[in-house]
Antibody, heavy 124, light 107 residues
Framework: DVHLVESGGGLVQPGGSLRLSCAAS????????MDWVRQAAGKGLEFVSR????????IYADSVKGRFTISRDNANNMLYLQMNSLRAEDTAIYYC?????????????????WGQGTTVAVSS | DIQMTQFPSSLSATIGDRVTITCRAS??????ISWYQQRPGKAPNLLIY???NLQSGVPSRFSGSGSGTDYTLTISSLQPEDLATYYC??????????FGQGTKLEI
């Protein structure tokens, strides 16, 4: 079975830092791009960041650019999100997501496996 | 960026009903759309990708259709476990794409 298990969430003060981890199993981790997607309470889904197979290509949402850093360890099947300078608006459930792709005229990306999420609360 | 507008934002239906949820893109997205189901308190789950392809393990009562700017998720015969919020997502404009705002389905 394919599994993604997040950890590292918690309560942190504004301006603080937190590092989220995601343990992947049941598939060849290095063959997939990976995302972090978040969801504030009662709100919709928001893309946070994506890393390609080997970490050489990374994209961020404008809302986290310069504050968050995504990385991966293919040897240990782990995905990370280092979150610095946290703000109240970063409060959300953070999901680790596997990204698959359909090769067409242009690449079609879709999120085919989701972890159960880890909760981040930024408050004084 | 391309905006995705889902409608209705919420709906109430009865077991056995045929339910349709629509997502309208602000420009044509050439079938670069996927649909997700999020049951209360749970993580999202992929239902449909590339507009019409049913993800493995998803019941056949779910189907997707559409073209250009307008896409539809259909549940042919609503079941109790279909109580959820449904999201569309386009990835035509950028690799990360954009999500619709969600449609809450009540039974």
């Amino acid at each position: 079975d394919v599994h993604l298990v997040e950890s590292g969430g918690g309560l942190v003060q504004p301006g603080g830092s937190l590092r989220l981890s995601c343990a992947a199993s049941g598939f060849t981790f290095r063959d997939y791009r990976m995302d972090w997607v978040r969801q504030a309470a009662g709100k919709g889904l928001e893309f946070v960041s994506r890393v390609n197979y080997d970490g050489s290509s990374i994209i961020y949402a404008d809302s986290v650019k310069g504050r968050f850093t995504i990385s991966r360890d293919n040897a240990n099947n782990m995905l990370y999100l280092q979150m610095n300078s946290l703000r109240a608006e970063d409060t959300a459930i953070y999901y680790c997501v596997r990204v698959d792709v359909v090769v067409a005229a242009r690449l079609f990306y879709y999120m085919d496996v989701w972890g159960q999420g880890t909760t981040v609360a930024v408050s004084s | 960026d391309i905006q995705m507008t889902q409608f209705p934002s919420s709906l109430s239906a009865t077991i056995g009903d045929r339910v349709t949820i629509t997502c309208r893109a602000s420009q044509a997205i050439s079938n670069y759309i996927s649909w997700y189901q999020q049951r209360p308190g749970k993580a999202p789950n992929l239902l449909i990708y590339a507009a019409v392809n049913l993800q493995s393990g998803v019941p056949s009562r779910f189907s997707g259709s559409g073209s250009g700017t307008d896409y539809t998720l259909t549940i042919s015969s609503l079941q109790p476990e279909d109580l959820a919020t449904y999201y569309c997502h386009q990835s035509y404009s950028t690799p990360q794409g954009t999500f619709g705002q969600g449609t809450k389905l009540e039974i």
